[in-house]
């Protein structure tokens, strides 16, 4: 009896933690593979010889997906695809515990797919040649590169949470590449995937913009696209306007040009991109912030173009808004409902949210 009185009361003293104000109730929840391809290796499979690889096939280059269905779901599914270095991770719960987008979104009714790209994560092997997974000595050079601060030090207006086990949390999440990085092998499986999701809204961030724009020009399953700071190439341009390159401390930015008639793709859904906080406005040596400096830039031509060709395309800023502080990853940053309530309020205003 004393025994089962203690236990109560600390049932009492130490509630259950909840993430959300209400259970969430799944229809339908699994993961499967989309894309991807075979090699063959040459010689005769030899039954005794178990370890040979003579005569025997590699899978690889697919895209892995892992999804949800709550009851009653709106029309669109969103599909999220990750940036550079991560995995499916990026969406699910942030560093320091809440609930991620993936989480926010299923709970607003919407079907959720989480996409490892090819090469990444649970989406396993390659079939090319790479360079074995080594240890990678990069945590200060991503704390500045995605504007967290500028090593040692936080902004101080950060919405990066700033306690020592969230960041090692952070830097943990980072995901290695099974094989050399290929966009058009990325945007093959993407357009694979939106295949088995059927029409969809696409959320991508950073390196995963660049596969996004290119998903774009190989599938007509994409209704919207939330680019959230999409960076790395290829940023497309029509043919004879690509603008001039930037040149940052992080690197030079640079357009690719395609033809005027797969470059109006991106003006039959709606677009918005949304850019955070301490982005330079002048050239600077923080790298973090000049790299931004020019990919803001190249997004607001990117936007200028589509609009100008009859398309939909919005850049936010958020200190534009007056909301301060925002990383890289500002759908897992502290305010990220904030974030995700700017996006939910797009997608009523384009009457995606049905």
């Known amino acids: 009896m004393k025994r089962f009185l203690l236990g109560l009361a600390i049932v009492v003293l130490c509630p259950l933690v909840s993430f959300g104000s209400d259970p969430i109730v799944i229809q339908e929840q699994g993961s499967f593979t989309a894309g991807g391809g075979t090699l063959v290796n040459e010689g005769e499979f030899v039954f005794s010889d ?22 009653k779901a709106k029309k669109l599914p969103m599909v999220f695809l990750h940036g550079g270095g991560q995995s499916m991770k990026t969406w699910e719960t942030t560093p320091d515990g809440r609930e991620g987008f993936g989480t926010i979104f299923l709970r607003r009714g919407f079907k959720v797919y989480l996409v490892d790209q090819p090469r990444r994560g649970d989406a396993g092997f390659s079939l090319a040649s790479g360079d074995p997974v080594t240890p990678m000595h990069y945590d200060r050079t991503m704390f500045t590169l995605f504007r967290l601060g500028r090593w040692p030090e936080f902004y101080s207006d950060t919405q990066f949470p700033k306690d020592p086990h969230s960041l090692e949390q952070f830097y943990r999440q980072g995901t290695p590449n099974t094989g050399p990085l290929d966009f058009d092998v990325i945007a093959e499986a993407m357009s694979a995937v939106l295949e088995k999701t059927g029409p969809a809204i696409l959320v991508t961030h950073s390196q995963g913009g660049g596969a996004g724009w290119l998903t774009t020009l190989k599938t007509r399953n994409i209704k919207a696209i939330a680019a959230y700071e999409p960076g790395g190439c290829p940023r497309l341009f029509p043919e004879g306007e690509v603008p001039e390159a930037i040149d940052t401390s992080f690197g030079r930015i640079e357009g690719t040009a395609i033809p005027l008639e797969e470059f109006k793709k991106f003006t039959k859904f709606p677009i918005v991109i949304f850019y955070g906080d301490h982005i330079a406005t002048e050239p600077t040596d923080n790298y973090g912030s000049d790299q931004w400096r020019g990919e803001l830039a190249m997004g607001r031509k990117f936007a200028e173009l589509v609009n100008k060709y009859g398309g939909d395309c919005t850049v936010i800023h958020l200190p534009e808004l007056g909301i301060k502080g925002n990383t890289h990853f500002m759908f897992s940053d502290l305010n990220n409902i904030e974030i995700a309530d700017l996006l939910s309020k797009w997608l009523a205003e384009k009457g995606l949210d049905d």
Request: avoid cysteine.
């Open 50 to 71: 178990l370890w040979s690889q003579s005569g025997q096939t590699a899978y690889g280059d697919n895209a892995f997906v892992r999804y949800q269905v709550p009851v």
